[in-house]
């Protein structure tokens, strides 16, 4: 702590914590979290049962109303987001502005900020319970539309419209994947593991993209506007991109030659500002809990669907070697839930660059629970102190004497 405010002629101190690394930004009671003992709990319901007995649209109603939904809750809440996937036609229109090299991200939150004019009632920072709960179902309905849509953009396909008959996920993999001239079947084994990630992907307390959503918010930015923040700050290679990345590092091991103990020792050496992709994380220090789980479902997915994937062979000696190693045990740094989802994601068919993108449509419902409950708390405007580290006062010089 820094006294500047007596440095100022005032009372009271700053406490100065890059990285927030020691600081809580709020209270909130929506996911518990111990990084110590490897805990993760939405509403207090442990994530394991989640992941294996809930449903990606159950879960999203467990974070944003704070009980899980009983039958007829259930069926409205799914109806009401299976109503509003369809987006206004002329967001096409701005899909079709796009390069096709454009990444999906961008496309993404893009995409999502342009509902701040489709629907412009939505910056009302004074509207109702009612109306604010219809920008919600429209972000849970529509985010998968985009999200196709920001992949067909990619591949140069033309998009596909919902079909509202299916289910949350299996909606989403047939606007991804079917052609107009194939008949495309969702693959149920697909469509379930999917669900599963997006779970273990749901919320995750007061993370990078989620206190941007909050500190966006806190502006009484509107809903849409603080979730496509949220989606630009997942997408940096040290949050939501480090799955992309993974994938990327795991395949350029591959590529030359397999010596993970060659990429460990550059993961190590501090002249190198190589890091091991999907390792270490700000607040597990013993195991991520979701990548247990995660772990597991490789697995099972790549038997189910018969996929031989050498990067899994890769994947898991790099982790029995980074596990053995001191460098990275006395740092307590193991996988995070980015190690695996990538290869899971890689089994679906889902392109590398999408990854990130699928983090995304899983976190959804925890920055729009977190977004919900700032605002129902009434919390204050976002706005840290600095300590200032630059020149003192001094006199004006006019160009010609520089
Ligand atoms: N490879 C090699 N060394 C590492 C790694 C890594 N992946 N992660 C941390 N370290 C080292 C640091 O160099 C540092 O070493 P030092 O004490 O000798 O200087 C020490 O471990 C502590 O690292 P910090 O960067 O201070 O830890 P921080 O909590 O700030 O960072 C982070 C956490 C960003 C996740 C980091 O571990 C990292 O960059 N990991 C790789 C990227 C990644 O997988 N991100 C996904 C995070 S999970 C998510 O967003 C879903």
Redesign the pocket.
Known sequence: AVNIAKLRGESGLITIDP?Y?NTGSTKSAITFLDGEQGILRYRGYRIEDLAEKSTFLEVAYLLIYGELPNQSEYEKFSREVTTHTLVHEDIKKILDGFPSNAHPMGVLSSLICSLTAFYPNSLDPNRSAEDVNLSIVRLLAKMPTFAAWAYKNEVGHPVNYPDNSLDYCSNFLKMMFALPAENYDVDPVVAKALDQLLIL?AD?EQ??STSTVRIVGSSHASLYASISAGINALWG????G??Q??IEMLEAIKADGGDTKKFLDK??D?NDP?????????VYKNF?PRAKIIKKAADDVLAKLGVNDPVLDIAKELEEAALNDP??VE?K?YP????YSGIIYRALGIPTDMFTVM?ALGRLPGWIAQWKEMRENNEPIGRPRQVYTGANERDYVSINKR
């Open positions: 990285g690394k992907h995750h993370n990078c290679p040290l949050h939501g480090a799955n990345s993974v993961a190590k501090k190589f890091r091991l992709m999907g390792f270490g994380h700000r991520d460098y990275f740092r740094l995070n839930v980015d190690f983090f």
